[in-house]
């Protein structure tokens, strides 16, 4: 069985930073192309950032871009959002997201692109 598990979330101040990992068990994520996305209470699901199979892309949601960070390591079946300069409006549960498909298509924001989702982890950021 395939588990997606995010951690890392919390709540902190503005202007802040945290990270938030997810760990990848059940499956080898080497040949995947992985997400985070978020949602904030009575909003949609939004794309913040992506990562290619072989971590040498990745692509942003403009509101992120410049604050946040995406990693991942194969070798450990991981992937990281260093998340700096946080804001209000980051509040959400994030997200992480693996492709089983597509890798050689390019990074997609679509969450339709990823089929194996997380249970999320809280960011609550406080102005």
């Known amino acids: 069985q395939v588990q997606l598990v995010e951690s890392g979330g919390g709540l902190v101040q503005a202007g802040d930073s945290l990270r938030l990992s997810c760990a990848v068990s059940g499956r080898t994520i080497s040949n995947n192309n992985m997400a985070w996305f978020r949602q904030a209470p009575g909003k949609e699901r939004e794309f913040v950032a992506a990562?290619?199979?072989?971590?040498?892309?990745?692509y942003y949601a403009d509101s992120v871009k410049g604050r946040f960070s995406i990693s991942r390591d194969n070798v450990k079946n991981t992937m990281s959002l260093q998340m700096n300069s946080l804001k209000p409006e980051d509040t959400a549960t994030y997200y992480c997201?693996?492709?089983?498909?597509?890798?050689?298509?390019?990074?997609?924001?679509?969450?339709?692109?990823?089929?194996?989702w997380g249970q999320g982890t809280q960011v609550t950021v406080a102005s």
């Open positions: 990562i290619s199979w072989t971590g040498a892309t990745t």
């Open positions: 997201a693996l492709a089983t498909t597509g890798r050689f298509y390019g990074l997609n924001p679509a969450g339709a692109a990823y089929d194996l």
